[in-house]
């Protein structure tokens, strides 16, 4: 899913190599990521160095300047010309910012001035560092230089006699001094002054770079590969894997605020501690780290074309079709008794196997879990038939549960304990089943001796509590019977789940409200409600968990939400562009596994969270001032200024928080003008008229709509107009006579009427705009939750409608129930047509709102043509028509999304079909410069002057007695335009009354350039 008005929306893939993934084997899976560009404000996208400044802020060192991330978009900063070749940044608690270039040392103070860097000759700066005393270490092609922290004055250090020339230096936090590495040795500094050497192992001889972890490991990158050594060990250790490839041309090793190094590779860039490695690659986009750093809040920045934000702090991982799904919608997740992961989607089921995602059935699934005899069970489409797995061979036994009627689809599964089985559908039908000695024997359920109706569906937490949840209230599993909750409230129960401290919580269909039960007496009392969801209208709850600290997680239709124990705080908010998946979640798709491992099924993918990695979120610090105006004049930052009384004042504001965007946002406060907090649009503030004296604008963050931090408080003076002042009012007495002055004075009063009446005029204009904004931000909101929401809303039924009428045509064709069988596919056919609609309506939709993404992956055009023709030859055959295809010998191939070509295809081919009687239509493919040239011609009626320049229209279709004759919605060539434009190509086309039309496809070999932000 995609933010509006947010920037590129990237993914980027997280390889563990040892201990950091969430659980075992469930493949590599990649994060979410937000890539900065021109867009955002670079001028130029090699990032050759990122670090965060004590101001918070985040700084991009590129080939052509220095820019500063302010929470909003990166600005450029002024530096003189020979120091914008940036390679390296330092952060100094006391001083600055450390700026090494191509051409020399730099520093920029707190006060946002530049100098130059000491003494230092005008030479290519590689690494910068801080050992345990404070000493800069400077790392230049040339020399290495040490900044004292007493004296800041620059001294060259004398290279070790007889040691090559110096490839590294190696100073961290927790040791004084630095380590010099040549491509032979290692040079470690003496007790009483001067070097010893130790020599490398001969495979790490060459040595090209070199750090120190936290941990107190040693790293030496060679041209050979990798080596390590721990902390008081004798030996090297070489490390296999990404480091077997060669070292990169512009190799870099570089260690974050945490103790990580980050090395850059061709397949990405590593982060290594002690024994674990920690691979960061791009997807096939090629975007290739250089560099990285991890801000105060734990979220990492990646140096590359252009500045790489990972999101979610790096605790989500997401798994979807690229990594080896049967789809991107999952239902729910369950490990088997070989801790292999489980998944249930809609396009099948699916096992973790070998660090990738295996198929084990196509098909629709929702539900899966493990039973106790080891095998797997789920249900899906059709509905009434469990599905059972044997985990060791694979194989899948369709068991039909004769207790339910046929149906489209079963959502319900719930095992117990001892192997019982509980099967619901979405007819309200309910079935038991058990299993012994290979045989399964079926039933209904029965709850005091009555049947259950009016069953929702039978649900399951991750503690394995079962669940019955229908409109009459909800039952739980106790002692081999199930016990009632009690009366429950006027609306559908959709979950429950059970918390360590035994009590059971509920949620509903129609309200996002969670009910608390706790056990009293023989009975079940409500001991509580709780609403966390007031500030989002619209939300409804999907799935529920608990895990072992009573923390409940909630999955909802917005976004995923974690309350406290006891539910009474929002203690997290999961947005979209904060690392999930989506923010629509699946019914009953969350697992929180005994180890506090997380996950969440979406509409957009399988999302891991890792809470074990998880640690508190920082107090924000208060927001920065980037510059404040009155009247256009620039007013100083570091002490109150003084402005005169009329003058408009606009401030700017920066933030040091990055990695939850949408749970923050920024408030002011001008006390004598505003009676309480106000929200700020873009982190930007103006006052338009403020009274005289003594004032103080507060700005805060708030984050999840609680202030979070400190306010920033700043003064200024606001000073009276000339003719309120004293000594203007004291000459005005004594020069003019009383008559003159009480006009004076009368007009005096006036003006300040006028003025004060001008102030609370734009005053009222201010608070109306920003309710209007408000109101337009409800509706966005809505219109996003709408779009969400339609797809499951409106295919679901009809695909339910289309199944039925297959199963029913089946059942008339076996009776040879002709007249029944062709009124079936009368249905079929008008569902199909329905659904082809809804599908174009979404799509535009889609388009529309600009959430339609591209999946790129190499196409070989013949073969999609082949396809496209194979798809159309019935339709063709139907109005008499000839289908030909011509493909130009040699193709290059061809890198798009293949299901967006194909649709287009498609949408035209349909069009010529339709519109064309006995004559030919003809799909040709050749070169066209630097790309390639598809097009459909057929020799059809042709269209007027008239008809022609409205076809890219929306809901257009040339004539009235077109729709009779044809249906349709008018959105295919609209959509097929929107779609080529996303592609980067263009959709050119022809035609003339009698003789024909013909549309061209030109589409670029390698589109990401021309797609740029589509």
């Known amino acids: 899913m995609r933010l509006p008005g947010m920037p590129i929306l990237a993914a980027l893939g997280l390889l563990l190599a040892s201990g950091a993934a969430p659980a075992p084997a469930q493949g590599p899976g990649h994060v979410r990521a937000r890539v900065f560009g021109f867009q955002e404000g670079l001028t130029n996208l090699s990032v050759l160095a990122v670090a965060q400044g004590n101001d918070g802020m985040i700084y991009a060192g590129t080939e052509a300047g220095l820019f500063r991330y302010n929470g909003h978009r990166f600005e450029p900063l002024d530096l003189p010309t020979d120091y914008r070749f940036i390679t390296s940044l330092l952060p100094d608690p006391e001083e600055g910012l450390w700026i090494g270039t191509r051409h020399g040392l730099g520093l920029l103070d707190p006060a946002g001035s530049f100098q130059a860097g000491g003494n230092l000759p005008a030479e290519h700066v590689r690494t910068l560092s801080f050992d345990a005393q404070g000493a800069l270490w400077v790392h230049s092609f040339g020399a290495t230089h040490r900044r004292e922290h007493a004296t800041r004055a620059f001294r060259a250090v004398d290279p070790p006699k007889g040691a090559g020339r110096i490839t590294a230096v190696v100073a961290v936090p927790e040791r004084a001094g630095a380590r010099l590495v040549d491509p032979a040795a290692i040079w470690n ?35 050979a590969g990798m080596f390590r050594r721990g902390p008081g060990a004798a030996g090297w250790e070489r490390v296999r894997g990404v480091f077997d ?12 605020r945490e103790g990580w190094l980050w090395v850059n590779t061709p397949a990405g860039i590593a982060r290594c501690r002690g024994r674990e490695v920690r691979l960061v690659r791009p997807d096939a986009g090629g975007n290739r780290p250089r560099t990285a750093m991890v801000d105060q809040e734990g979220t990492p920045w990646l140096g590359a074309t252009g500045v790489v934000q990972v999101l979610g702090r790096g605790l989500w991982t997401v798994y979807g079709v690229e990594d080896g799904l049967p789809d991107r919608v999952a239902w729910n997740a369950a490990r088997d008794a070989r801790g292999r992961l489980w998944a249930a989607t809609s396009g099948g089921l699916a096992v973790a196997d070998g660090g990738r995602w295996r198929t084990v059935r196509l098909g629709h699934f929702s539900r899966v879990r493990r039973h106790p005899d080891g095998s797997m069970l789920a249900v899906g489409s059709p509905g009434g038939v469990l599905y059972r797995v044997d985990p060791d061979t694979l194989a899948v036994e369709a068991l039909r549960v004769p207790n339910l009627a046929p149906s489209p689809v079963s ?164 947005a979209p562009g904060e690392g999930i998946p989506s923010a629509d979640a699946t019914s009953q798709g969350l697992l929180v596994e005994p180890d506090g491992s997380l996950w969440y099924g979406t ?70 003008v505003d009676s309480d907090w106000v929200p700020v649009e873009g982190l930007h503030v103006r006052y338009s008229a403020i009274p005289p004296g003594q004032r103080e604008l507060e700005v805060r963050l708030v984050r999840n709509g609680v202030p979070a931090g400190r306010s920033l408080v700043l003064p200024f003076r606001v000073l009276p107009h000339w003719w309120e002042t004293w000594w203007a009012r004291a000459g005005g007495a004594l020069a003019a006579t009383a008559a003159v002055w009480a006009l004076l004075r009368a007009r005096h009063r006036a003006l300040r009427s006028r003025n004060e009446a001008l102030a609370s005029e734009v005053a009222l204009r201010t608070r109306e705009l920003r309710e209007a904004n ?38 008339a064709l076996e009776r040879n129930d002709a007249e029944s069988s062709s009124d079936l596919r009368k249905i079929q056919a008008a569902g199909r047509h329905l659904l082809a609609m809804i599908n174009n309506v979404l799509d535009m939709a889609k388009i529309e709102a600009g959430m339609m993404q591209c999946s790129l992956e190499e196409t070989d055009l013949p073969t999609l043509l082949a396809e496209v023709r194979d798809t159309l030859l019935p339709l063709a055959d139907a109005r008499g028509n000839r289908l030909d295809i011509t493909c130009q010998p040699g193709l290059p191939g061809l890198v798009t999304d293949i299901t967006k070509l194909r649709q287009i295809l498609l949408n035209l081919g349909g ?41 890219f229209e929306a809901f257009e279709q040339g004539a009235l007695d077109t729709y009779r004759r044809h249906g349709g919605t008018g959105l295919g060539l609209t959509i097929s335009q929107r779609l080529v434009q996303l592609l980067g190509g263009t959709l050119e086309a022809w035609s003339a009354p009698g003789e024909g039309a013909r549309f061209t496809v030109r589409l670029p070999r390698t589109p990401a350039a021309a797609m740029g932000d589509k």
Request: proline share 8%.
């Open 774 to 811: 408000a109101e337009l931000e409800r509706a966005s909101r809505a219109k996003d939750m709408f779009l969400a929401s339609m797809s499951h809303e409106l295919r679901t039924p009809l695909n339910a409608i289309l199944l039925y009428s297959e199963l029913l045509q089946d059942g």
């Open 189 to 223: 500094p003496a007790p009483g002054g001067g070097w010893t050497r130790e020599s490398l192992p001969p495979g790490a001889r060459n040595a090209l770079a070199a750090g120190a972890d936290g941990a107190g490991w040693t790293w030496i990158r060679s041209s």
């Open 911 to 951: 069009n010529a079909c339709k519109f064309t009687e006995r004559g030919v239509i003809r799909l040709e493919a050749r070169e066209d410069g630097d790309g390639l040239a598809i097009a459909v011609a057929d020799t059809g009626p042709g269209l007027d002057p008239d008809q022609f320049g409205r076809i």
């Open 411 to 574: 959502r319900g599964l719930g095992i117990g304990a001892d192997g019982t089985v509980w099967v619901s559908d979405y007819q309200q039908g309910l079935a038991e089943g058990r299993r012994a000695g290979g045989t399964w024997t079926w039933g209904p359920v029965r709850v005091d001796g009555k049947r259950v109706d009016d069953i929702f569906e039978v649900v399951q937490d991750g503690r394995g509590e079962v669940f019955l949840c229908t409109r009459a209230g909800v039952y739980y599993r106790d002692g081999g019977a199930w016990r009632s909750l009690g009366t429950p409230p006027a609306l559908t129960p959709l979950g429950a789940v059970r918390d360590p401290a035994g009590d059971i919580w509920v949620a509903y269909l129609e309200d996002p409200v969670l009910t608390r039960h706790r056990r009293s007496g023989n009975g079940w009392t409500c001991a509580g409600t709780v609403r966390p969801f007031l500030n989002r209208p619209g939300l409804v709850v999907y799935a529920l968990d608990a895990d072992a600290r009573g923390r409940l997680w909630v999955g909802t239709s917005q976004g995923l939400a974690r309350l406290g124990p006891g539910g009474t705080s929002l203690e997290a908010w999961f």
């Open 245 to 256: 490839q060669p070292a990169p041309d512009n190799l870099r090793i570089t260690r974050d």
């Open 603 to 672: 509409s957009e993918g399988l999302g891991a969270f890792d809470t074990r990695a998880e640690t508190p979120l920082p107090p924000p610090k208060p927001p920065i001032l980037l510059e404040w105006r009155a009247g256009g004049a620039l007013l100083p930052t570091f002490f109150p200024p003084v402005i005169r009384a009329g003058r408009p004042l606009d401030a700017r504001f920066g933030t040091s928080s990055f990695c939850a965007p949408t749970s923050l946002t920024l408030e002011a406060r001008l006390p004598g």
